[in-house]
């Protein structure tokens, strides 16, 4: 049971889970064996799926606390929350020098970035660095209160991200469907909010 629980808990297990999927892309920067659009797929969606999950974490431990089964699947999101947002952020990155490599000339990116499109997306990605910087131990004592603050411009970052989505026009079915998501998490996020606030206020 020991082992059992050690594995579960183990941060490298983790990070060697969220980096796997990375694998094939940085084979393929290499001998660039698969097609350029579906790597962007693949690397786009991947950091949407995990920027998403990392904002609908806070909801998720709101539910999961009104169950006995649900507190240490809690304490065990709510530790490791940063991790997915720098997963977010490596499949962002890895996203951005695969377009940067197939694209070469820089007069064309930078006409590019001034679109409707690509500027969301480097918007999202702009927004997304300062995000990964801070996400360790060293900033949060560093920052203090305004660190909560600072990743609060994770928001921001979706909304660019699925603005650069939808204006691509690209499998907009599985877009919708992410944002669906995100809206459904706040919302229970809000509700749960409403709730304390009103018992706080009754007494």
């Known amino acids: 049971m020991a082992a059992v ?14 980096a796997f999927p990375s694998i094939p ?6 001998t660039e064996d698969k097609y350029y659009s579906e790597m962007m797929y693949e690397t786009g969606v991947l950091s949407t799926q995990l920027l998403v999950f990392t904002l609908s974490i806070t909801p998720m431990t709101h ?3 009104r169950w006995s089964f649900g507190k240490h699947l809690r304490k065990w999101l709510l530790q490791r929350r940063r991790y997915f947002g720098v997963a977010s ?6 996203h951005l020098v695969l377009y940067i490599r197939e694209t070469e000339e820089f ?4 006409e590019e970035a001034l679109s409707i499109t690509l500027g969301f997306g480097w918007i999202a990605f702009l927004i997304f660095i300062p995000l990964a910087v801070t996400s360790n131990n060293y900033f949060m004592k560093l920052m ?20 650069h989505w939808i204006t691509l026009g690209i499998f ?18 809000f509700g749960f909010y409403l709730s ?3 018992r706080s206020l009754a007494y």
Not at 5 to 18: G, Q
Not at 25 to 30: G, Q, S
């Open 89 to 94: 952020f490596a499949y962002a990155f890895i």
């Open 25 to 30: 892309f940085l084979i393929d920067f290499i």
């Open 107 to 110: 007069i064309e990116i930078y």
């Open 144 to 163: 203090g209160k305004q660190w909560k603050q600072l990743q609060r411009l994770a928001y921001f970052a979706a909304i660019a991200t699925f603005v």
């Open 63 to 65: 539910v999961l606390k």
């Open 5 to 18: 629980n050690y594995v579960i808990n183990s941060r490298y297990l983790l990070w060697f889970l969220l």
């Open 196 to 198: 304390r606030r009103q």
């Open 172 to 189: 907009l079915a599985l877009c919708y469907q992410w944002i669906a998501l995100l809206v459904v998490a706040k919302v229970v996020h």
